[in-house]
């Protein structure tokens, strides 16, 4: 196989690099197997040649991750199928106890009171009202056995039910033609994700666990599932959503990590 040699990062005409990657995106990724490629092969490595940044020094390196992520953003909503279903398992492939995952340790987990609850939802949508967690309870509940998996390279299995994200949407008459929704969390964590996800059937806005009320480790009052998603992107407490047009970025996106998030 013949070796071809790398030009040094600072003679690559970046904003060309792109423009040809793009393209090449736009015409591949309606190949199963060349999405497949596309999604393993553009990562940080396989496009560190396309920032065209000098990383001599750490304003360097900053500067090339964040372009490095910014594309994988756009190539990521590129690939998005959104009627491609995450796989589901079994209730007896359950991992047991599903692990607790936060920023912060277990002994502070947020306790949130249930009578004084409300869901607050604001943005680009028609009805402002805020949401109890019985009215919550009354729309149609839905159950799924995903995969949660973690960016720190663990995952487990569990099951989760509540109403599908899209129905909640519809119900407050959302713009489902806003780019982002966003979330506010009551251990003040934050996130956002894109509105094609938001839509995607196996989004739910979670209120139980394993067939139990969702318990404060795992998100109480509710928790955003979605198997299409890395699981720092799934806010748990949730307090406040918003359909908007400007990226609200969120608590570890801001600090580095991929934005869009997908798994």
Request: one cysteine or more; charged letters at 25%; hydrophobic letters at 35%.
């Amino acid at each position: 196989m013949k070796i071809l040699q790398r030009p040094p990062l600072q003679q690559v005409d970046s904003e060309a690099a792109l423009i040809d990657a793009r393209r090449l995106i736009v015409r591949k990724i309606e190949q199963p197997a060349r999405r497949a490629f596309l999604t393993r092969s553009l990562t940080m490595g396989g496009l560190s040649m396309l920032t065209g940044c000098s990383i001599s020094n750490n304003e360097g390196v900053e500067a090339a991750l964040t372009a490095i992520s910014r594309f994988n953003d756009k190539v990521q909503g590129l690939i998005f199928d959104p009627t491609q279903l995450a796989p589901t398992y079994p209730e007896s492939m359950i991992t047991r106890p599903f692990p607790f995952n936060a920023y912060y340790s277990e002994d502070e987990v947020r306790e949130v009171d249930e009578e004084s609850y409300r869901l607050e939802v604001t943005g680009m949508v028609a009805d402002k009202r805020r949401w109890t967690l019985p009215e919550l309870r009354a729309m149609e509940q839905h159950d799924q056995v995903t995969r949660h998996i973690c960016v720190e390279g663990w995952s487990a299995i569990g099951k989760w039910g509540g109403v599908r994200f899209a129905e909640l949407l519809s119900r407050v008459g959302a713009d489902t033609s806003a780019k982002y929704v966003g979330f506010k969390c009551a251990d003040d964590y934050y996130t956002s994700i894109d509105m094609p996800t938001a839509l995607h059937p196996q989004t739910l806005l979670t209120l139980t666990y394993d067939g139990q009320p969702l318990p404060p480790k795992y998100g109480f009052p509710m928790k955003l599932r979605m198997p299409t998603k890395l699981g720092y992107k799934n806010p748990k407490h949730i307090k406040a959503i918003f359909v908007t047009n400007t990226n609200p970025g969120g608590y570890w996106e801001d600090q580095g990590y991929n934005w869009f998030g997908g798994s």
